[in-house]
């Protein structure tokens, strides 16, 4: 079973701006929709079920029983049950009976946008991230949230108390709303970064490396004292690593590549791997290829989202002493050196992302998956009771401990001391709680699934966290600084397509010559070339574009 720090392979791309995948489902979302919030909408007026009296902090009960449809992703490895224990346990606390429709993990994304476009969608739209939002705006197609939260007090308490009211103003498409709401973070740090044999570095090295630099020569000592490995390997098509990486030499790579833009020294924004400060990042993954020092199969063999190459075998083989992964990665190489080098033998750690030559920066602190809703919603009598519903499952500390932890009492107790435990016979395995015990609160109840993931305070998320994983936070927290996030560029529905068509050529480009130059197959000697060869498939061009929207929002918005 593989570990992971969050349920979602998907957990790499929680990053502000427009993704990909709201890029490439334009075409898809942008024609046979209906916009219901073209009829009249009085909220107030429509308020069967809701409750007079909710605010922040307290349980949702609709005051008559209602429906809400749920487009429920499915993951192979955790089959949904229409049985399973939440489905009751939320009816049971909110007089709210949730009805699924399934989409399946691998291709959810274009299935969510074929339901949307044809308006087929459910009413409670999960699993968005910024910028998902972007192709169903001219359709009317969803509700833009921003006009209703007023009536959403937990979301508007949490956005205040945890500081995130100007990323709030990021997620604002061209028209100055936002059509969905975000899961909400109090504290965000890299969900990967490196996991290193700790004994190893400090027997070897004196110390764990805290710089690339520091790195690369900690990795040369290592190769020299163990000769037969190749010590550095990523294991995620260089897509981790590089994302992870990028901020510390001043650019974006990887995972978080995004639109590819960044700023620069003046107003515009530049195209990111056209930079010195992209070609730095390249040129020092080179020299680790070529002096040896990383898995170069690592960078290269297919993965599934949960690693590849071999890469624990590797660690527990001692043939690899760091590479890329989460909380869940430390514990599964932890496993694997059990069988090898025993138990008590060995320190595994996941260490905060190194500092370099731009300084001690990780990624701009990040939102989590959220949703958005039907905008045939905005025409229901229970428009209201929804708002309060989804306010109260989305950011109200109580349901959110209960979606990760199940029924406090049945499956777990809380200490006065805000410590949680699963009672005996309860297993969380995806995060090795009580792991082998009778019932599985994942698998067989349906808690600790992918809506527990999007809205958490920094105490819930420790609660189910090893203590490794908490030391982290607070390593990240007390020695990184989160980059400023990339400006957003909301792009209008012409826009948006224009950007689909000149993004993805360049951005194939970038990857296919990004790896070449740091596999030794391209000269560095051309970079000078590969920037021309931008240039030539419309670099100009695709930032003139981003650069009128960036101009355009900051009229409107500031």
Known sequence: ????????????????????????????????????????????????????????????????????????????EVPVEESWRIFDHIKELTNVELKLTHIPFSDHEEKRSLLISAGDAPTLIPLVYT????????????????????????????????????????????????????????????????????????????????????????????????????????GFEAQSMLNYAAHAFGTIAGWGFGGGYIDSEGDELVYA?????????????????????????????????????????????????????????????????????????????????????????????????????????????NFLATLQFTDWLYFNPAAREMLRWGIEGETYTKADDGTIELKDGFAMESYNINSGAEVDINADLGF??????????????????????????EDVLSTRDPRDPIPPVPLEEAELEKASLMSTPLKDAVDTATLQFIMGERDLGEWDDFVAELEAAGMSRYMELINTARSRFVEANG
């Open 1 to 76: 079973m593989t570990l992971n720090p969050f349920h979602l392979s998907q957990s790499r791309r929680g990053f502000v701006g427009l993704s990909a995948a709201a890029f490439g489902s334009i075409a898809l979302a942008s024609c046979g929709a209906s916009s219901a919030e073209d009829e009249p909408v009085d909220v107030d007026a429509q308020n069967v079920g809701a409750m007079e009296d909710f605010a922040a902090d307290t349980q949702f009960t609709a005051t008559e029983p209602i429906e809400v449809g749920i487009l429920w992703t499915d993951w192979p």
């Open 131 to 234: 910028g998902e939002d972007s192709p169903y705006v001219s359709s009317g197609a969803v509700v833009p949230m921003s006009d209703y939260v007023e009536h959403m007090p937990n979301f508007q308490k949490y956005v205040k108390e945890w500081e995130l009211g100007q990323m709030i103003e990021n997620i604002k498409q061209a028209d100055g709303k936002y059509y969905m709401l975000p899961g909400l973070q109090e504290v965000s740090v890299p969900v990967f970064s490196l996991v290193v044999r700790k004994d190893v570095f400090e027997d070897v090295v004196g110390a764990v490396p805290t710089t690339w630099e520091e790195l690369r020569d900690g990795l040369r000592a290592v190769k020299e004292a163990y000769p037969d490995s190749v010590p550095l390997a990523d």
């Open 273 to 381: 791997p056209a930079t010195d400060e992209y070609k730095s990042l390249v040129e020092y993954f080179h020299s680790l290829v070529e002096e040896g020092l990383i898995d170069r199969e690592s960078l290269t063999a297919s993965n599934d989202g949960s690693g590849a190459a071999d890469v624990s075998e590797k660690f527990a083989n001692e043939l690899c002493f760091a590479a890329s992964g989460s909380s869940g990665t430390a514990i599964e190489f932890a496993q694997a050196l059990n069988e090898t080098v025993g138990e008590g033998n060995f320190e595994v750690s996941l260490i905060p992302p190194p500092a370099g030559p731009a300084g001690d920066h990780v990624e701009p602190r990040n939102f989590w998956h959220g949703f958005m809703l039907n905008s045939d919603i905005t025409q229901s009598e």
């Open 448 to 473: 600790a699934t992918f809506p527990a993931e999007s809205t958490e305070s920094r105490s819930l998320k420790e609660s189910y966290s090893t203590p490794e994983f908490v030391q982290y936070i």
